[in-house]
DNA sequence: AAACCTTAAATTGTCGACAATCATGCTTGA
DNA sequence: TCAAGCATGATTGTCGACAATTTAAGGTTT
Protein backbone atom coordinates (compact mmCIF):
# COMPACT_ATOMS: atom_id res chain seq x y z
CA UNK A 1 0.00 0.00 0.00
CA UNK A 2 1.46 3.17 -1.27
CA UNK A 3 1.31 5.80 1.72
CA UNK A 4 3.04 8.61 -0.06
CA UNK A 5 2.01 10.90 -3.18
CA UNK A 6 3.42 9.14 -5.54
CA UNK A 7 4.83 11.40 -8.40
CA UNK A 8 4.05 9.68 -11.47
CA UNK A 9 6.84 8.58 -12.97
CA UNK A 10 8.52 6.96 -16.24
CA UNK A 11 9.13 3.54 -14.10
CA UNK A 12 8.51 2.06 -10.67
CA UNK A 13 11.75 2.11 -9.81
CA UNK A 14 12.65 5.45 -10.31
CA UNK A 15 9.53 6.12 -7.54
CA UNK A 16 10.69 3.96 -5.27
CA UNK A 17 13.83 5.48 -5.36
CA UNK A 18 12.71 8.73 -4.90
CA UNK A 19 10.30 8.09 -1.90
CA UNK A 20 13.01 6.06 -0.29
CA UNK A 21 15.32 8.47 -0.45
CA UNK A 22 13.26 10.46 1.04
CA UNK A 23 12.16 8.89 3.70
CA UNK A 24 15.43 7.91 4.97
CA UNK A 25 16.92 11.76 4.71
CA UNK A 26 13.11 12.81 6.67
CA UNK A 27 14.29 9.66 8.87
CA UNK A 28 11.03 7.94 8.52
CA UNK A 29 13.35 4.81 8.24
CA UNK A 30 15.40 5.17 11.22
CA UNK A 31 19.43 5.31 10.68
CA UNK A 32 21.07 1.80 11.19
CA UNK A 33 17.90 -0.42 10.19
CA UNK A 34 17.71 -2.84 8.15
CA UNK A 35 15.78 -2.39 4.59
CA UNK A 36 13.67 -5.48 4.24
CA UNK A 37 13.25 -5.88 0.18
CA UNK A 38 9.61 -8.27 1.40
CA UNK A 39 8.62 -5.76 3.84
CA UNK A 40 9.06 -2.34 1.65
CA UNK A 41 7.97 -4.56 -1.45
CA UNK A 42 4.38 -4.89 0.39
CA UNK A 43 4.67 -1.15 1.72
CA UNK A 44 4.65 0.24 -1.60
CA UNK A 45 2.69 -2.37 -3.36
CA UNK A 46 5.20 -3.40 -5.87
CA UNK A 47 7.59 -6.78 -6.47
CA UNK A 48 10.98 -7.08 -5.31
CA UNK A 49 12.40 -6.53 -8.87
CA UNK A 50 11.89 -2.89 -8.92
CA UNK A 51 12.68 -2.43 -5.39
CA UNK A 52 16.08 -4.19 -5.74
CA UNK A 53 17.19 -1.70 -8.44
CA UNK A 54 15.82 1.25 -6.27
CA UNK A 55 18.35 -0.03 -3.79
CA UNK A 56 20.80 -0.44 -6.16
CA UNK A 57 20.73 3.12 -6.75
CA UNK A 58 20.64 4.14 -2.95
CA UNK A 59 23.27 2.54 -2.27
CA UNK A 60 25.17 4.88 -5.30
CA UNK A 61 23.63 7.29 -3.35
CA UNK A 62 25.46 6.31 0.20
CA UNK A 63 21.97 6.67 1.53
CA UNK A 64 22.53 2.37 2.22
CA UNK A 65 25.74 -0.05 2.67
CA UNK A 66 24.44 -3.08 1.06
CA UNK A 67 26.20 -7.15 1.96
CA UNK A 68 25.93 -9.68 0.03
CA UNK A 69 23.19 -11.90 1.06
CA UNK A 70 22.58 -10.07 3.96
CA UNK A 71 20.54 -7.14 2.75
CA UNK A 72 20.92 -3.11 2.91
CA UNK A 73 20.93 -0.73 6.19
CA UNK A 74 20.77 2.56 6.37
CA UNK A 75 24.01 4.35 7.31
CA UNK A 76 24.06 5.80 10.08
CA UNK A 77 25.56 9.68 10.42
CA UNK A 78 28.17 10.52 12.70
CA UNK A 79 31.12 13.54 13.08
CA UNK A 80 34.03 11.79 11.10
CA UNK A 81 31.62 10.91 7.89
CA UNK A 82 30.25 14.65 8.19
CA UNK A 83 33.33 15.75 8.36
CA UNK A 84 34.52 13.84 5.68
CA UNK A 85 31.57 14.76 3.57
CA UNK A 86 32.05 18.77 4.18
CA UNK A 87 35.90 18.23 3.39
CA UNK A 88 34.30 17.42 -0.42
CA UNK A 89 31.75 20.38 -0.06
CA UNK A 90 34.33 22.71 0.25
CA UNK A 91 36.56 21.09 -2.29
CA UNK A 92 34.04 20.86 -4.76
CA UNK A 93 31.92 23.77 -3.77
CA UNK A 94 35.22 26.28 -3.65
CA UNK A 95 35.63 24.70 -7.34
CA UNK A 96 32.27 25.51 -8.38
CA UNK A 97 32.66 29.08 -7.28
CA UNK A 98 35.50 29.63 -9.03
CA UNK A 99 33.94 28.65 -12.45
CA UNK A 100 31.10 30.68 -11.93
CA UNK A 101 33.21 33.90 -11.49
CA UNK A 102 34.23 33.54 -14.83
CA UNK A 103 31.06 31.81 -16.67
CA UNK A 104 27.60 33.04 -14.38
CA UNK A 105 25.96 35.10 -16.81
CA UNK A 106 24.92 38.99 -15.38
CA UNK A 107 21.36 38.42 -15.65
CA UNK A 108 21.85 35.33 -13.12
CA UNK A 109 24.15 37.55 -11.01
CA UNK A 110 21.37 40.09 -10.48
CA UNK A 111 18.79 37.42 -10.06
CA UNK A 112 21.18 36.37 -7.27
CA UNK A 113 21.49 39.47 -5.55
CA UNK A 114 17.46 39.51 -5.50
CA UNK A 115 17.35 36.12 -3.84
CA UNK A 116 19.55 37.18 -1.09
CA UNK A 117 17.62 40.18 -0.61
CA UNK A 118 14.11 38.09 -0.52
CA UNK A 119 16.19 35.67 2.22
CA UNK A 120 17.45 39.07 3.99
CA UNK A 121 13.71 40.39 4.48
CA UNK A 122 12.60 36.82 5.60
CA UNK A 123 15.31 37.36 8.41
CA UNK A 124 13.81 41.07 8.96
CA UNK A 125 9.99 40.04 9.37
CA UNK A 126 11.15 36.30 10.48
CA UNK A 127 13.06 37.02 13.75
CA UNK A 128 15.84 35.88 12.23
CA UNK A 129 14.53 32.06 11.88
CA UNK A 130 16.39 30.24 9.30
CA UNK A 131 15.12 30.18 5.71
CA UNK A 132 14.08 26.70 4.45
CA UNK A 133 15.86 26.54 1.50
CA UNK A 134 16.47 22.97 1.15
CA UNK A 135 16.93 21.27 -2.42
CA UNK A 136 14.61 24.31 -3.95
CA UNK A 137 15.28 27.13 -6.28
CA UNK A 138 15.89 29.42 -3.65
CA UNK A 139 19.12 27.33 -2.61
CA UNK A 140 21.93 29.50 -3.08
CA UNK A 141 24.61 27.10 -2.76
CA UNK A 142 22.14 25.26 -5.69
CA UNK A 143 22.43 28.05 -8.33
CA UNK A 144 26.32 28.97 -7.74
CA UNK A 145 26.97 24.80 -8.65
CA UNK A 146 24.56 24.88 -11.33
CA UNK A 147 26.46 28.39 -12.41
CA UNK A 148 29.30 26.50 -12.68
CA UNK A 149 28.55 25.45 -16.60
CA UNK A 150 30.41 21.79 -15.07
CA UNK A 151 27.46 19.51 -16.03
CA UNK A 152 30.02 16.76 -14.18
CA UNK A 153 29.76 18.69 -10.87
CA UNK A 154 26.27 19.56 -11.01
CA UNK A 155 25.39 15.67 -11.31
CA UNK A 156 27.83 14.70 -8.29
CA UNK A 157 26.79 17.16 -6.14
CA UNK A 158 22.86 17.82 -6.66
CA UNK A 159 22.19 14.12 -7.16
CA UNK A 160 24.92 12.04 -5.84
CA UNK A 161 26.17 13.87 -2.99
CA UNK A 162 22.98 15.51 -1.97
CA UNK A 163 20.98 13.10 -0.35
CA UNK A 164 23.74 12.87 2.50
CA UNK A 165 24.21 16.60 2.60
CA UNK A 166 20.57 17.04 3.05
CA UNK A 167 20.13 14.96 5.67
CA UNK A 168 23.00 16.18 7.91
CA UNK A 169 21.76 19.61 7.59
CA UNK A 170 18.65 18.19 8.38
CA UNK A 171 19.34 16.27 11.40
CA UNK A 172 21.02 18.97 13.28
CA UNK A 173 19.08 21.65 11.75
CA UNK A 174 21.50 24.39 11.99
CA UNK A 175 20.52 25.01 15.33
CA UNK A 176 23.51 26.83 16.54
CA UNK A 177 23.97 28.47 13.18
CA UNK A 178 23.73 32.35 12.41
CA UNK A 179 21.52 32.90 9.47
CA UNK A 180 22.94 36.73 9.31
CA UNK A 181 26.81 35.70 9.29
CA UNK A 182 25.34 33.08 6.68
CA UNK A 183 23.37 35.67 5.09
CA UNK A 184 26.41 37.62 4.62
CA UNK A 185 29.03 35.27 3.88
CA UNK A 186 26.85 34.36 0.40
CA UNK A 187 26.76 37.87 -0.09
CA UNK A 188 30.31 38.21 -0.57
CA UNK A 189 30.81 35.54 -2.77
CA UNK A 190 27.91 36.46 -5.07
CA UNK A 191 30.50 40.11 -4.94
CA UNK A 192 33.59 38.08 -5.60
CA UNK A 193 31.99 36.07 -8.47
CA UNK A 194 29.89 39.36 -9.80
CA UNK A 195 33.41 40.96 -9.69
CA UNK A 196 35.00 37.61 -11.81
CA UNK A 197 37.19 37.39 -8.59
CA UNK A 198 37.80 33.12 -8.96
CA UNK A 199 40.14 33.04 -6.51
CA UNK A 200 38.47 34.71 -3.75
CA UNK A 201 34.90 33.22 -4.69
CA UNK A 202 36.67 29.69 -3.87
CA UNK A 203 38.15 31.09 -1.05
CA UNK A 204 35.23 32.30 0.42
CA UNK A 205 33.00 29.14 -0.37
CA UNK A 206 35.53 27.36 0.88
CA UNK A 207 35.93 29.36 4.18
CA UNK A 208 31.82 29.21 4.58
CA UNK A 209 31.38 25.64 4.13
CA UNK A 210 34.23 25.17 6.49
CA UNK A 211 32.62 27.18 8.99
CA UNK A 212 29.31 25.73 8.61
CA UNK A 213 31.13 22.38 9.09
CA UNK A 214 32.56 23.47 12.17
CA UNK A 215 28.84 24.49 13.55
CA UNK A 216 27.48 21.13 12.65
CA UNK A 217 30.37 19.36 14.59
CA UNK A 218 29.41 21.32 17.73
CA UNK A 219 26.09 20.88 17.61
CA UNK A 220 26.37 16.79 16.85
CA UNK A 221 29.04 17.09 19.60
CA UNK A 222 26.07 18.29 22.21
CA UNK A 223 23.36 15.84 20.50
CA UNK A 224 21.93 12.35 20.25
CA UNK A 225 24.51 12.04 17.04
CA UNK A 226 27.62 12.25 19.11
CA UNK A 227 26.35 8.49 20.47
CA UNK A 228 28.71 7.10 17.55
CA UNK B 1 28.82 -17.76 -22.50
CA UNK B 2 31.55 -16.44 -19.97
CA UNK B 3 34.37 -15.30 -22.67
CA UNK B 4 35.99 -13.57 -19.69
CA UNK B 5 38.51 -15.14 -16.78
CA UNK B 6 35.67 -15.24 -14.25
CA UNK B 7 37.15 -13.04 -11.03
CA UNK B 8 34.43 -15.47 -8.46
CA UNK B 9 32.90 -12.90 -6.50
CA UNK B 10 30.15 -13.51 -3.91
CA UNK B 11 26.93 -12.28 -5.68
CA UNK B 12 26.87 -12.83 -10.16
CA UNK B 13 25.77 -8.87 -10.42
CA UNK B 14 29.10 -7.95 -8.65
CA UNK B 15 30.82 -10.28 -11.58
CA UNK B 16 29.01 -8.62 -14.43
CA UNK B 17 29.49 -4.86 -13.12
CA UNK B 18 33.29 -5.62 -12.85
CA UNK B 19 33.53 -7.26 -15.99
CA UNK B 20 31.43 -5.12 -17.88
CA UNK B 21 32.90 -2.16 -16.32
CA UNK B 22 36.48 -3.53 -17.87
CA UNK B 23 35.04 -4.05 -20.95
CA UNK B 24 33.72 -0.93 -21.51
CA UNK B 25 37.03 0.97 -20.16
CA UNK B 26 39.36 -1.10 -22.11
CA UNK B 27 36.61 0.06 -25.16
CA UNK B 28 35.83 -3.43 -25.95
CA UNK B 29 32.10 -2.56 -26.25
CA UNK B 30 32.90 1.01 -28.04
CA UNK B 31 31.58 4.13 -26.94
CA UNK B 32 28.17 5.30 -27.70
CA UNK B 33 27.34 1.93 -28.46
CA UNK B 34 23.89 0.08 -27.22
CA UNK B 35 23.70 -2.43 -24.31
CA UNK B 36 21.44 -5.24 -25.10
CA UNK B 37 20.04 -7.15 -21.93
CA UNK B 38 19.19 -9.90 -24.11
CA UNK B 39 22.14 -9.96 -25.84
CA UNK B 40 24.91 -9.59 -23.12
CA UNK B 41 22.45 -11.29 -20.47
CA UNK B 42 23.76 -14.56 -23.45
CA UNK B 43 26.91 -13.32 -23.83
CA UNK B 44 27.63 -13.93 -20.08
CA UNK B 45 25.62 -16.46 -19.11
CA UNK B 46 23.19 -14.81 -16.93
CA UNK B 47 19.48 -14.07 -16.84
CA UNK B 48 18.44 -10.70 -16.98
CA UNK B 49 17.99 -9.76 -13.57
CA UNK B 50 21.64 -10.05 -12.44
CA UNK B 51 22.64 -8.08 -15.45
CA UNK B 52 20.21 -5.42 -15.00
CA UNK B 53 21.78 -4.37 -11.65
CA UNK B 54 24.69 -4.43 -12.92
CA UNK B 55 23.10 -1.59 -15.62
CA UNK B 56 21.85 0.34 -12.93
CA UNK B 57 25.58 0.21 -11.26
CA UNK B 58 26.96 1.25 -14.48
CA UNK B 59 24.89 4.30 -14.52
CA UNK B 60 25.74 5.36 -11.17
CA UNK B 61 29.68 5.16 -12.29
CA UNK B 62 28.74 7.34 -15.06
CA UNK B 63 30.22 4.95 -17.76
CA UNK B 64 26.44 4.59 -19.19
CA UNK B 65 23.21 6.71 -19.51
CA UNK B 66 20.39 5.05 -19.17
CA UNK B 67 16.40 6.47 -20.57
CA UNK B 68 13.19 4.57 -19.56
CA UNK B 69 11.87 2.09 -21.94
CA UNK B 70 14.41 2.54 -24.25
CA UNK B 71 17.82 1.13 -22.42
CA UNK B 72 21.15 2.39 -22.02
CA UNK B 73 24.28 3.45 -23.82
CA UNK B 74 28.02 3.11 -23.15
CA UNK B 75 28.91 7.26 -22.76
CA UNK B 76 30.69 9.12 -25.65
CA UNK B 77 34.28 10.80 -24.39
CA UNK B 78 34.43 14.43 -25.38
CA UNK B 79 36.52 17.21 -24.47
CA UNK B 80 34.03 19.08 -22.72
CA UNK B 81 33.30 16.05 -20.22
CA UNK B 82 37.33 15.68 -20.30
CA UNK B 83 37.65 19.26 -18.77
CA UNK B 84 34.59 19.09 -16.38
CA UNK B 85 36.06 15.70 -15.03
CA UNK B 86 39.30 17.08 -14.86
CA UNK B 87 38.30 19.69 -12.90
CA UNK B 88 37.00 17.59 -10.19
CA UNK B 89 39.84 15.79 -10.32
CA UNK B 90 41.74 18.81 -9.70
CA UNK B 91 39.40 19.83 -6.66
CA UNK B 92 39.14 16.62 -4.64
CA UNK B 93 42.88 15.62 -5.64
CA UNK B 94 43.83 19.22 -4.31
CA UNK B 95 42.20 18.34 -1.20
CA UNK B 96 43.34 14.53 -0.77
CA UNK B 97 47.29 16.37 -1.01
CA UNK B 98 46.31 18.66 1.47
CA UNK B 99 44.88 16.23 3.97
CA UNK B 100 47.70 13.87 3.03
CA UNK B 101 50.09 16.50 4.19
CA UNK B 102 48.59 16.23 7.49
CA UNK B 103 47.83 12.89 8.20
CA UNK B 104 49.98 10.44 6.35
CA UNK B 105 52.51 8.93 8.49
CA UNK B 106 56.17 8.86 8.00
CA UNK B 107 56.63 5.02 6.90
CA UNK B 108 54.15 5.89 3.92
CA UNK B 109 56.11 8.92 3.33
CA UNK B 110 58.98 6.76 2.45
CA UNK B 111 57.60 3.84 0.83
CA UNK B 112 56.58 6.59 -1.58
CA UNK B 113 60.01 7.85 -2.22
CA UNK B 114 61.25 4.16 -2.72
CA UNK B 115 57.83 3.89 -5.31
CA UNK B 116 58.98 7.16 -7.13
CA UNK B 117 62.92 6.14 -6.98
CA UNK B 118 61.39 3.01 -8.84
CA UNK B 119 59.76 4.78 -11.54
CA UNK B 120 62.87 6.83 -12.21
CA UNK B 121 64.86 3.56 -12.33
CA UNK B 122 61.97 2.36 -14.68
CA UNK B 123 62.44 5.42 -17.19
CA UNK B 124 66.44 5.02 -17.29
CA UNK B 125 65.58 1.10 -18.00
CA UNK B 126 62.86 2.11 -21.08
CA UNK B 127 63.76 5.08 -23.09
CA UNK B 128 61.28 6.91 -20.71
CA UNK B 129 58.10 4.78 -21.79
CA UNK B 130 55.62 5.58 -19.58
CA UNK B 131 54.79 3.39 -16.61
CA UNK B 132 51.74 1.63 -16.48
CA UNK B 133 50.10 2.06 -13.20
CA UNK B 134 46.84 1.98 -13.68
CA UNK B 135 44.67 0.92 -10.64
CA UNK B 136 47.77 -0.99 -9.12
CA UNK B 137 49.18 -0.23 -5.94
CA UNK B 138 51.70 1.74 -7.57
CA UNK B 139 49.75 4.79 -9.14
CA UNK B 140 50.82 7.53 -7.70
CA UNK B 141 47.30 9.31 -7.23
CA UNK B 142 45.61 6.25 -5.79
CA UNK B 143 48.64 6.39 -2.99
CA UNK B 144 47.93 9.69 -1.79
CA UNK B 145 43.78 9.11 -2.29
CA UNK B 146 44.33 6.41 0.54
CA UNK B 147 46.29 8.97 2.62
CA UNK B 148 44.06 11.49 2.89
CA UNK B 149 42.15 9.42 5.72
CA UNK B 150 39.15 10.69 4.08
CA UNK B 151 37.01 8.02 3.40
CA UNK B 152 34.35 9.44 1.50
CA UNK B 153 36.76 10.81 -0.46
CA UNK B 154 38.33 8.13 -0.97
CA UNK B 155 35.54 6.19 -1.77
CA UNK B 156 34.68 8.81 -4.75
CA UNK B 157 37.42 9.12 -6.23
CA UNK B 158 38.81 5.29 -6.84
CA UNK B 159 35.53 3.84 -7.03
CA UNK B 160 32.81 6.15 -8.22
CA UNK B 161 34.56 8.72 -10.46
CA UNK B 162 37.98 6.10 -11.28
CA UNK B 163 36.13 4.16 -13.96
CA UNK B 164 35.64 6.96 -16.23
CA UNK B 165 39.42 8.84 -15.32
CA UNK B 166 40.56 5.32 -16.42
CA UNK B 167 38.53 5.12 -19.99
CA UNK B 168 40.08 8.94 -20.73
CA UNK B 169 43.55 7.79 -19.33
CA UNK B 170 43.83 4.88 -21.99
CA UNK B 171 42.10 6.03 -24.67
CA UNK B 172 44.59 9.12 -25.20
CA UNK B 173 47.34 6.30 -23.63
CA UNK B 174 49.23 9.95 -22.66
CA UNK B 175 51.18 10.13 -26.03
CA UNK B 176 51.76 13.45 -25.83
CA UNK B 177 52.86 13.61 -21.39
CA UNK B 178 56.60 13.52 -20.06
CA UNK B 179 57.09 11.33 -18.28
CA UNK B 180 59.59 12.41 -16.66
CA UNK B 181 58.11 15.93 -16.19
CA UNK B 182 55.53 14.40 -14.48
CA UNK B 183 57.51 12.30 -11.73
CA UNK B 184 59.02 15.26 -11.49
CA UNK B 185 55.67 16.94 -10.54
CA UNK B 186 55.01 14.14 -8.32
CA UNK B 187 58.34 14.42 -6.16
CA UNK B 188 57.52 18.22 -5.28
CA UNK B 189 54.02 17.36 -4.21
CA UNK B 190 55.53 13.74 -2.08
CA UNK B 191 58.02 16.81 -0.82
CA UNK B 192 55.48 18.97 0.10
CA UNK B 193 53.68 16.36 2.00
CA UNK B 194 56.39 15.64 3.48
CA UNK B 195 56.82 18.64 5.12
CA UNK B 196 53.51 19.17 6.06
CA UNK B 197 52.99 21.59 3.82
CA UNK B 198 49.26 21.21 2.72
CA UNK B 199 48.67 24.29 0.99
CA UNK B 200 51.96 23.95 -1.05
CA UNK B 201 51.04 20.01 -1.22
CA UNK B 202 47.33 21.25 -2.40
CA UNK B 203 48.53 24.18 -5.18
CA UNK B 204 51.32 21.74 -6.76
CA UNK B 205 48.71 18.57 -7.03
CA UNK B 206 46.52 21.00 -8.69
CA UNK B 207 48.82 22.35 -11.04
CA UNK B 208 49.81 18.75 -11.86
CA UNK B 209 46.02 17.41 -12.74
CA UNK B 210 45.69 20.94 -14.49
CA UNK B 211 49.17 20.35 -16.93
CA UNK B 212 47.19 16.49 -17.37
CA UNK B 213 44.14 18.33 -18.29
CA UNK B 214 45.79 20.31 -20.81
CA UNK B 215 48.22 17.76 -22.48
CA UNK B 216 44.91 15.32 -22.75
CA UNK B 217 42.79 18.20 -24.36
CA UNK B 218 45.69 18.94 -27.24
CA UNK B 219 45.66 14.77 -27.86
CA UNK B 220 42.29 14.63 -28.13
CA UNK B 221 41.76 17.49 -30.73
CA UNK B 222 43.97 15.38 -32.78
CA UNK B 223 42.81 12.80 -32.68
CA UNK B 224 39.42 11.34 -33.52
CA UNK B 225 37.83 11.63 -30.40
CA UNK B 226 37.57 15.27 -31.48
CA UNK B 227 34.90 14.37 -33.70
CA UNK B 228 32.28 15.06 -30.94
C1' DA C 1 26.30 -23.42 32.07
C1' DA C 2 28.63 -22.66 27.83
C1' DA C 3 29.84 -24.07 23.37
C1' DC C 4 28.86 -26.59 19.36
C1' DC C 5 26.20 -28.86 15.98
C1' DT C 6 21.71 -29.55 13.72
C1' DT C 7 17.64 -28.01 11.86
C1' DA C 8 14.00 -24.82 10.45
C1' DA C 9 12.53 -20.33 9.09
C1' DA C 10 13.25 -16.25 6.73
C1' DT C 11 15.73 -13.40 3.51
C1' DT C 12 18.43 -12.59 -0.41
C1' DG C 13 19.93 -14.04 -5.18
C1' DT C 14 18.48 -15.79 -9.56
C1' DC C 15 15.52 -17.31 -13.11
C1' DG C 16 11.91 -17.56 -16.74
C1' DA C 17 7.55 -15.65 -18.31
C1' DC C 18 4.23 -12.03 -19.11
C1' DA C 19 2.93 -7.04 -19.81
C1' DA C 20 4.01 -2.50 -21.50
C1' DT C 21 6.53 0.36 -24.38
C1' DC C 22 9.29 1.55 -28.26
C1' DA C 23 11.36 0.85 -32.99
C1' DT C 24 10.69 -0.78 -37.77
C1' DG C 25 8.64 -1.59 -42.02
C1' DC C 26 4.59 -1.66 -44.69
C1' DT C 27 0.26 -0.21 -46.22
C1' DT C 28 -2.84 3.32 -47.49
C1' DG C 29 -4.38 7.61 -48.91
C1' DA C 30 -3.74 12.18 -50.71
C1' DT D 1 5.97 10.32 -54.61
C1' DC D 2 5.58 11.23 -50.00
C1' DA D 3 3.53 11.46 -45.47
C1' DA D 4 0.68 9.59 -42.00
C1' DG D 5 -1.00 5.75 -39.71
C1' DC D 6 -1.06 0.96 -38.65
C1' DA D 7 0.68 -3.55 -37.72
C1' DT D 8 4.43 -6.29 -36.36
C1' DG D 9 8.60 -7.43 -34.03
C1' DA D 10 11.86 -6.63 -30.54
C1' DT D 11 13.28 -4.65 -26.15
C1' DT D 12 12.52 -3.04 -21.66
C1' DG D 13 9.73 -3.16 -17.24
C1' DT D 14 7.50 -6.03 -13.92
C1' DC D 15 6.06 -10.05 -11.66
C1' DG D 16 5.89 -14.50 -9.12
C1' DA D 17 8.42 -18.70 -8.07
C1' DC D 18 12.49 -21.38 -7.06
C1' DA D 19 17.38 -21.89 -5.34
C1' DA D 20 21.07 -20.54 -2.24
C1' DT D 21 22.53 -18.44 1.79
C1' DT D 22 22.11 -16.52 6.24
C1' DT D 23 19.94 -16.13 10.69
C1' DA D 24 17.64 -18.03 14.66
C1' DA D 25 16.31 -21.55 17.64
C1' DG D 26 16.65 -25.79 19.83
C1' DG D 27 18.83 -29.70 21.32
C1' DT D 28 23.01 -32.20 22.46
C1' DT D 29 27.49 -32.66 24.39
C1' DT D 30 31.32 -31.45 27.26
Request: aromatic fraction near 4%; glycine fraction near 6%.
Amino acid sequence: MNNLVSIKSATLSEDIAQQLSNAIVQGEIPQGSKISEPELAKQYGVSRGPLREAIVKLEGLGLVTRTANVGARVIQLNIQDMLDTFSMREALEGMAARLAATSMPLTEVNRLYTLLDKHQAYLDDNQDEHYVQQGGNDDFHLRIIHASGNAKLVRLLTEELYAVIRMYRRHTADQRSDPRQALREHRAILDAIANHEGDLAELLMRRHISRASHLLKQAMEHSALASQ
